[in-house]
């Protein structure tokens, strides 16, 4: 159930992050570059599980 409620909170936030970033028409209308921004988001959140995982390896192994 807490799972549950952590998946459904981290994908209202991902869209709340997304869809203002998408700007007035897009990438090709838009001052601001979405798609940079986007990136750079998955990015942080593809090392971040990268991380976690790491120092979760770490702690199973100290035991």
């Not at 120092?55 to 199973?60: E, F, L, N, P």
């Amino acid at each position: 159930m807490k799972k549950t409620c952590l998946v459904l909170a981290g994908i209202a936030l991902l869209s709340s992050v997304a869809l203002p970033l998408y700007g007035q028409g897009g990438c090709v209308n838009s001052p601001e570059n979405p798609t940079a921004i986007l990136a750079v988001v998955g990015s942080a959140g593809a090392f971040f599980v990268s991380v976690r995982a790491r120092v979760k390896a770490r702690r199973s192994s100290s035991k």
